[in-house]
């Protein structure tokens, strides 16, 4: 039975679930499955996991679609998500249950991905959304009525996203919102292999002699795999912040070993956030470290030895 806590952040308060499937390993050398892969592990490394405590209504899937966006009081990408699951798991019971919760407020998730009112057609407001997953506004008390319809919200949304039936549309959704968040800048470096980004395959290490010319200027070695892997799993976290690290690394090394050096360095030296490398271990560089270390999904030599790739520390 999952267990539904609450939790005050800051100037809110509201429920999490923790999710209770591990988000697995790929099966597969595609680039992109080991991007998803290493952010889930940083953003929600189980599949079920959602949270509404943080001002944002409701959260939920690999990489945390929020429901409401607190700055701007608009509606965030969560049903655009749940629009996407019900196309890609469509005898989801879970997914079912949620729509009948919604149709009974009067609401329907649109094939645009808007919750919308199911008679006019008009966008759900994002504070009626708050004021109903998380009464009121943001602010959940810790016991009684408005406590247990908050909780139901949030146990009706885990079980949508720990549902076996939804996980690989889950992770489907969440490489597109990878690619397409910052496309254009990303493609200053994929755009060399010539590769649509869904397809792009990691290959071994590019110094072995083996290598022809022709493989490895059509594929990632696993040196920059690993490095954009990263850069994924921080653009999520901060696309703009990125993006400028990526743009600013290209004209100096374009791709190979120095490439996907400069690349980690300045990604782990950026000052923005928890970002930046520090003797504490308690930032967004160690944390990626470790687990792209634990996945076994790149070369130990990688992160342990001298002049590695990915260093302890800078």
Known sequence: MAEARWIEFHDWAGIVVNGTADVPKPTTDLHMDRAFYLTSQLEAPHFGSVQSYDGAAMSGGPLHSIA?????????????LLRHLEVAAPTSTALQALFRA????????????????????????????????TPTNGKVPKTGPLFEQAKQWALLHFAVFSDA?????????????LINTRKADEQLFYKQMNL????????????????????????????????MCMYHAHSVNGPSPAAEVLKAVLPHHQRGTAFAKRLIHDLGKKKYGRWE???????????TRDAALASGLWPRDFFIGTDVLMPKDF
């Open 68 to 80: 409401v966006l607190p700055k701007s009081m608009a509606q965030g990408d969560f049903f655009k």
């Open 196 to 227: 649509n980004t869904l397809r792009v395959w990691t290959a071994v290490i590019a110094e072995d002699a083996h290598i022809a010319d022709d493989e490895y200027n059509n594929h990632l070695t696993l040196q920059e795999d690993l490095a």
């Open 102 to 133: 919604y149709a009974g407020k009067g609401w329907a998730v649109a094939r645009d991905g808007k919750l919308r009112d199911s008679r006019t057609g008009t966008d759900i407001s994002a504070q009626v959304i708050r004021d109903t997953f």
């Open 165 to 177: 039936t939804t996980f690989a549309g889950q992770r489907d959704y969440a490489i597109g919102n």
């Open 277 to 287: 490398d520090t003797a504490d271990g308690k930032n967004r560089y160690d944390r």
